[in-house]
């Protein structure tokens, strides 16, 4: 049996997120940290490259060890590497406080909201199409939009900086991904 064939799903995510710039190069001299703007392509991607790749990342981690899950901060550093690292949230409601060291000069990707799709192909019809077809892409991305549209009140602080228009970095991830879930993976997938 290939394992990575049967484990694997096809991932679309609509996500509010943010490129948060920690690079001398990007940060203004003595202001800290920066919000690239939306139309950012940085370090290889846009924004809604990076949400891919942040789903990809989030998805493919065991839950023993997924930093989701992490209530301490022990996990943030597992599949981190490059100039980019990603913060995860978290699945529980009220605060959860994690302490993380990320190198020097290192920019952070994290989700304020997030919701995706995770496409079964293995599951009998009509739960799953076993062929990821454009129709079913476009359901899914138009499915995923309504359900993001009823975040509202949204607001994010970084260093005591509100984040003005938070409705601005909206973007689904794009391409659709496919990511590897492990068999100990954050939904219990049997």
Do not use: C
Not at 21 to 30: E, K, M, N, S
Not at 72 to 77: I, V, W
Not at 87 to 105: D, E
Not at 130 to 157: H, I, M, N
């Amino acid at each position: 049996m290939n394992i990575k064939n049967k484990y694997s799903r096809t991932v679309i995510g609509s996500i509010f997120t943010l490129l948060l710039a920690l690079t001398a190069q990007l940060a203004v001299a003595d202001s800290g940290p920066s919000v690239l703007p939306a139309t950012a392509h940085a370090y290889g991607k846009d924004y809604a490259g990076w949400s891919a790749a942040w789903l990809k990342w989030a998805l493919s981690i065991p839950a023993a060890t997924n930093p989701i899950l992490d209530t301490t901060g022990d996990y943030a550093n597992i599949g981190q590497s490059g100039k980019v690292w990603f913060l995860a949230g978290t699945t529980t409601s009220g605060i959860t406080k994690r302490t993380i060291t990320i190198p020097a000069g290192t920019a952070l990707f994290f989700p304020i909201v997030n919701y995706f799709w995770l496409n079964l192909p293995e599951l009998p019809a009509p739960y799953a199409d076993p062929v990821w077809s454009p129709k079913q892409e476009a359901y899914v991305r138009d499915y995923l939009a309504g359900v993001v549209d009823t975040a509202t009140g949204l607001s994010l602080k970084v260093d005591g900086r509100t984040l003005k228009n938070p409705e601005d970095f909206r973007f689904q991830s794009n391409p659709p991904v496919m990511v590897y879930v492990p068999q100990d993976d954050i939904f219990n997938l049997t």
